[in-house]
């Protein structure tokens, strides 16, 4: 029972923020200047080829008709055909999301496991060389902007030598095996964007657990460092670097725009650029739909893990005797 | 892809396309010399080359191209405005092409004729021309093809420029391999309408699916499309020209500028098509060992309209005033270091044979005069540029600081590149804009400059013009026609309101083994394009 009610709550909550994503980005769309055919035609949009391309496309109908009709068609898996293709929105959806998990996967894998490490350890070394090289390292990582990052990684492993490819060329036909050869560099490009951040906030987490009262009681204890580390500080020092692995994972799930772009990767991030400039509403409805929906899931994922490691978020609504040190803190700081 | 428009490329994503592309030049400059990479010069200071190789090919191998496709919704239906360009001068012939003088010269027909006051032509059609599918070429597949553009369902961009003077029965075949067109008005020029991109012939029974088959007589078959995605065709062996040099071409989408570049350099691509690059990108290419630049001369041709119904350019004075006060040669000079030609407002690319030689005079004092004599002097307002195209901001900055000496205060607006053409171009008073050169004379003058044409960007609207075009219509003397049309570039340099800072070179990127690249207008030489022995 007392697990459930919140968890329902949050399901609630779960849907209606995928609805509102749905209708922002519905009211965004409209508020970007011209329509499909517009868009499609560009210069040679003169008013008899709009009118013309408007009739063939069934734009002449209600905009919001057509949005509600969408919207009730996705609540029953129905998610319309492109505007500009003709063809159905799901599948291409699909294989792009497949496409995008198949550089986002690894790259989360390895992020997650390689900067939660690395901060752990800087942060109980902290301020000696170890923690100044990964503290340093992470802010230069940090600092780069990824598709500069993906650039140079161009110009190092596919121009200069050419062991990777530079794009993928065959687009979103390209099948997994294809693709393959060519997953590697956006991989690491990935990898290092994400890293850096959850780095730094499982670092200075580490930090002030290390700091705190109940690891200096379990040092008295005369427990050894490795299990201090181990049993005490690395639980606590987990929680408020979830929130942003959460944030990281869904960012790398949602298909990343600007590194699938520099790399032509067919994956989801490559088809919204696509549909957003080609104003193609049933296609930037499905996407935005599911990256709402995945980054309701990462925070939910990353809220019951919460809720595993730390007992008080269980039980503060019953109980009283939490000490309120974090927070009396933060109100003298 | 949109040649006759302008390169779809930069509308996804402006302004971080426009950083990525800095930031590759600028990446590309320290690392390919730091790996060595750079042939002998300096990548900053490496001079760009003027021409493609010629020469001795190897027979056969396959050409790989990276283009930037418009949409999903392409279609290889050459009549379409969503047209993917690159294909069809591979697939198909018209009944006409152009030479780079303008001239209109024979492709599926050999010759044709008029009646006296140009009301009737007939096109003698070559013979023993076989499409793809083995069928033989003959009249009819040329008239389903032409009725084709005119289909109102088409919505073909070539179908009002046709529609003037013909409309679908106004096509018979005499023969098999003679047709004839009665126009409903006479035009001495009605060939070279037959040029356009739009008017490649396809067979009479595959109208209808064309979009997917992609039948024609080309020097290529198609072997694989998919709109924005991979595709290949494959050498025809019973071309009427003969066989192609090359095997095969494959085509690749690549949307993003960056990508391409890194696609070339990296040497999986041979070719990129319909892409102007800028300079920074270029002087990369041309300094690496793999590619290289090669120009197709005077390829872009820019524009400043000033919008003739607007308050601030509806007197004529102020417009001439707006041309008086900057010479184009520094416009050239700034916006596309040297390489292009200077305009003088005159829209007729100088390499074709109707084009007048002779240019304005530059006068700061006299514009200042103008204005002052039309209330405007110390004229204020804004010109609106965009990260569309890479030369648009540079132009708008010269010729800012060009005008200001005639005391012009001009302030720079940039707008979104992914709206300039719905929201900006044909709306605002002032703003930079481009058109690809290849327009025929007449089209070219008709189209972008006749009262109330769709395609006038300026909405200027002169009578005098008017009646010269009709006049040079009507004219079937060859040389007093093109004193005709010589009038009508004065006309436009005199009073027009859509000024002509200068023709750009396109910047070219392709492999250093690619040989006998040629490309003017719409005209590419796919016959001959070959790979290094």
């Known amino acids: 029972m007392n697990v459930l009610v919140p968890a329902l709550r949050r399901l609630g909550i779960a849907v209606l923020t995928v609805v509102l994503a749905s209708l922002f980005v519905f009211l965004a769309v409209q508020a970007l200047p011209g329509d499909v055919a517009q868009q499609l035609l560009g210069q040679n949009a003169t008013p008899e080829a709009v009118q013309q391309l408007r009739a063939t496309l069934g734009l002449d109908e209600n905009v919001w008709l057509r949005y509600l009709q969408w919207l009730a068609g996705a609540a029953h898996g129905d998610f319309g055909t492109s505007l500009v293709s003709g063809e159905p929105v799901a599948p291409t959806l699909l294989t792009a999301f497949r496409n995008s998990m198949l550089i986002a996967l690894p790259a989360m894998l390895v992020g997650v496991t390689l900067s939660l490490a690395l901060g752990v350890l800087a942060g109980v070394r902290r301020g000696r060389a170890t923690d100044r090289i990964v503290s340093t390292v992470s802010l230069l990582v940090m600092s780069v902007p990824e598709f500069m990052v993906a650039t140079v990684l161009v110009l190092l492993f596919a121009i200069g030598l050419p062991v990777f490819p530079a794009v993928v060329l065959r687009g979103s036909d390209a099948t997994v095996a294809e693709l393959l050869p060519t997953v590697w560099l956006p991989i690491v490009v990935l990898t290092l964007a994400m890293a850096a951040y959850i780095l730094r906030t499982a670092r200075s987490s580490t930090i002030d657990v290390m700091a705190s009262e109940f690891v200096t009681t379990a040092e008295l204890k005369g427990l050894t460092m490795r299990r201090v580390v181990w049993k005490h500080a690395l639980p606590s020092a987990l929680l408020p670097t979830l929130n942003v692995i959460a944030l990281n994972v869904a960012w790398l799930l949602g298909g990343v725009v600007v590194v699938e772009n520099v790399f032509n990767y067919p994956g989801m991030g490559k088809l919204m650029l696509e549909s957003v400039s080609n104003r193609d509403l049933p296609t930037i409805e499905a996407i935005a739909l599911l990256s709402a929906l995945v980054y309701v899931v990462c925070n939910l994922a990353a809220d019951l893990v919460a809720l595993a490691l730390d007992p008080k978020l269980r039980t503060r609504q019953r109980r009283t005797r939490t000490r309120p040190v974090r927070s009396t803190r933060k109100a003298h700081a | 892809m949109q040649p006759i428009v302008h390169d779809d490329r930069d509308v996804r994503g402006p302004s971080r396309r426009t950083l990525l592309t800095g930031a590759a030049g600028l990446a590309g400059l320290g690392l390919l010399t730091l790996t060595g990479c750079s042939s002998g010069a300096a990548a900053g200071t490496a001079a760009l080359p003027e021409a493609a190789v010629t020469g001795a090919t190897r027979a056969g191998g396959r050409l790989r191209v990276a283009r930037p496709a418009a949409s999903a919704a392409e279609t290889l239906d050459s009549a379409s405005s969503l047209s993917a360009y690159e294909y069809l001068g591979a697939l198909y012939n018209r009944l006409v092409r152009l030479d780079e003088q303008g001239t209109t010269v024979p492709d599926l027909a050999e010759e044709w004729s008029a009646n006296a006051d140009g009301t009737e032509w007939t096109f003698r059609l070559r013979r023993g021309v076989r499409f793809h599918d083995g069928a033989r070429f003959t009249a009819d597949d040329a008239i389903a093809s032409i009725r084709h553009i005119l289909d109102e369902a088409t919505a073909s961009p070539q179908a009002g420029v046709l529609g003037e003077v013909m409309d679908a029965s106004s096509m018979t075949a005499v023969d098999p391999h003679t047709l004839r067109f009665a126009l409903t008005k006479p035009n001495a020029e009605f060939p070279s309408l037959l040029t356009a991109y739009q008017c490649y012939i396809v067979p009479a029974g595959a109208v209808a699916d064309i979009g997917r088959t992609g039948i024609g007589t080309g020097p290529f078959r198609l072997s694989s499309f998919t709109p924005a995605g991979a595709g290949s065709v494959e050498a025809f062996e019973d071309h009427f020209a003969g066989r192609p040099t090359l095997d095969g071409i494959d085509f690749f989408s690549v949307q993003d500028t960056t990508a391409r570049v890194n696609a070339l350099l990296a040497g999986q691509v041979d070719l990129i ?152 171009w044909m709306q605002k008073p002032l703003m930079v804009s481009y058109w690809f050169t290849g327009r025929p004379i007449d089209q070219l003058l008709n189209q972008i400059f006749r009262t109330g044409s769709s395609y006038n960007e300026s909405a200027w609207s002169n009578p005098t013009f008017d009646t010269l075009l009709d006049d040079a219509r009507a004219e079937m003397d060859d040389a007093k026609r093109r004193t005709l049309y010589q009038d009508a570039q004065r006309l436009v340099v005199e009073d027009g309101a859509d000024m002509t800072p200068m023709f750009g070179d396109r910047l070219v990127g392709l492999s250093r083994d690619v040989v006998n690249y040629s490309e003017y207008g719409f005209e590419f030489d796919w016959l001959r394009i070959g790979l290094r022995r």
């Open chain 2, 273 to 424: 098509s319909q892409t102007n690059l800028d300079f920074a990108t270029a002087r990369v290419v041309a300094a690496s060992d793999r590619a290289t630049i090669a120009r197709s001369t005077n390829a872009q041709w820019y524009t400043i309209p000033m919008l003739a119904t607007s308050d601030e350019f509806a007197d004529p004075r102020v417009r001439q005033a707006m041309k008086l006060a900057y010479d184009p040669r520094t416009i050239v000079d700034t916006a596309l270091q040297g390489t292009g030609a200077p305009g003088w407002d005159n829209p007729v690319p100088p390499q074709l044979a109707a084009f007048v030689d002779e240019h304005r005079e530059h006068d700061p004092d006299k514009a200042r005069a103008l204005l002052r004599a039309a209330g405007a002097e110390g004229l204020r307002t804004s010109i609106y540029t965009s990260s569309y195209e890479s030369v648009f901001t540079p132009m708008a900055v010269a010729y800012r600081d060009a005008v200001a000496d005639a005391g012009i205060r001009l302030t720079i607006r940039n707008a979104s590149a992914d709206s300039y053409y719905t929201q900006i």
